[in-house]
């Protein structure tokens, strides 16, 4: 089982997490001024590199916390995490 | 562990959510217990703590949150009736079977909070002294974390 480091509560097991997708996408600034293509990319079109891929993680069964982590998407090492108003590493 | 039954003990449980430095009480650090008067207020987030004080009293100390944090964006609510709260004597090693938290004497000590899972169970441990941990699980949870802490100790 993966180990976690949840930001504020320290290393936990992966069970305690849930997996919230990309992390970094600002809500568009005028929504109404979106084409239809640019919103649905904006609601549905996410990044699956293959590598360090920053995500959001929610510590659902701990302190309930959403944070943000980079994780290897080809060996699911987390090489960091940090909290929402940290700057990415 | 100790063979006696598991017996729920009566507690007022106040949630409050503000900012850390607000606190009428200083804020324990993170997986942290601290006093305030005779209550213990335990760490559940960076802006979450839950005051733990005794039966009935659990409007009194909502007051005087509410008094203390007046003019303050904050939330206070009685959650008593939240989770059930029982005392284990001598339990880590069975805790340990069924919680991913390295609960060793070394890293687990007095004065040490934390939400966690037992089996499926959302918990809170809290350990009192070297031998009391005080385990606050919701109702609905209460008498499988029970039995299975039982079936445990048995075998």
């Given at each position: 089982?993966?180990?976690?480091?949840?930001?504020?509560?320290?290393?936990?097991?992966?069970?305690?997490?849930?997996?919230?997708?990309?992390?970094?996408?600002?809500?568009?600034?005028?929504?109404?001024?979106?084409?239809?293509?640019?919103?649905?990319?904006?609601?549905?079109?996410?990044?699956?590199p293959r590598?360090?891929?920053?995500?959001?993680?929610?510590?659902?069964?701990?302190?309930?916390?959403?944070?943000?982590?980079?994780?290897?998407?080809?060996?699911?090492?987390?090489?960091?995490?940090?909290?929402?108003?940290?700057?990415?590493? | 562990?100790?063979?006696?039954?598991?017996?729920?003990?009566?507690?007022?449980?106040?949630?409050?959510?503000?900012?850390?430095d607000l606190?009428?009480?200083?804020?324990?650090?993170?997986?942290?217990?601290?006093?305030?008067?005779?209550?213990?207020?335990?760490?559940?987030?960076?802006?979450?703590?839950?005051?733990?004080?005794?039966?009935?009293?659990?409007?009194?100390?909502?007051?005087?949150?509410?008094?203390?944090?007046?003019?303050?964006?904050?939330?206070?609510?009685?959650?008593?009736?939240?989770?059930?709260?029982?005392?284990?004597?001598?339990?880590?090693?069975?805790?340990?079977?069924?919680?991913?938290?390295?609960?060793?004497p070394t890293?687990?000590?007095?004065?040490?909070?934390?939400?966690?899972?037992?089996?499926?169970?959302?918990?809170?441990?809290?350990?009192?002294?070297?031998?009391?941990?005080?385990?606050?699980?919701?109702?609905?949870?209460?008498?499988?974390?029970?039995?299975?802490?039982?079936?445990?100790?048995?075998?």
């Open positions: 089982m993966l180990l976690i480091r949840c930001p504020w509560c320290g290393p936990r097991d992966e069970i305690e997490f849930r997996y919230g997708g990309q992390a970094h996408i600002a809500y568009p600034a005028d929504p109404d001024a979106l084409s239809d293509a640019d919103w649905a990319d904006f609601l549905f079109m996410r990044d699956n590598g360090p891929f920053r995500e959001r993680w929610y510590h659902v069964h701990g302190c309930r916390r959403w944070f943000n982590a980079v994780r290897d998407t080809s060996t699911h090492r987390f090489v960091a995490t940090y909290r929402i108003d940290e700057e990415p590493v | 562990m100790t063979a006696e039954p598991l017996v729920p003990i009566d507690l007022a449980q106040i949630d409050v959510r503000v900012a850390p606190l009428p009480f200083a804020a324990p650090l993170e997986n942290g217990v601290t006093g305030w008067n005779d209550r213990d207020v335990l760490w559940l987030g960076p802006d979450e703590w839950l005051v733990v004080s005794e039966p009935q009293t659990a409007s009194t100390v909502a007051r005087e949150l509410h008094d203390a944090l007046a003019g303050h964006h904050h939330s206070v609510l009685d959650v008593s009736a939240n989770r059930i709260v029982f005392d284990l004597i001598d339990g880590l090693e069975v805790l340990s079977s069924g919680c991913g938290l390295d609960l060793h890293r687990w000590r007095p004065g040490m909070c934390a939400q966690t899972l037992f089996r499926k169970a959302q918990v809170i441990l809290h350990q009192r002294d070297e031998r009391t941990t005080r385990v606050f699980v919701r109702p609905s949870f209460e008498r499988d974390v029970i039995d299975r802490l039982a079936a445990t100790r048995v075998s």
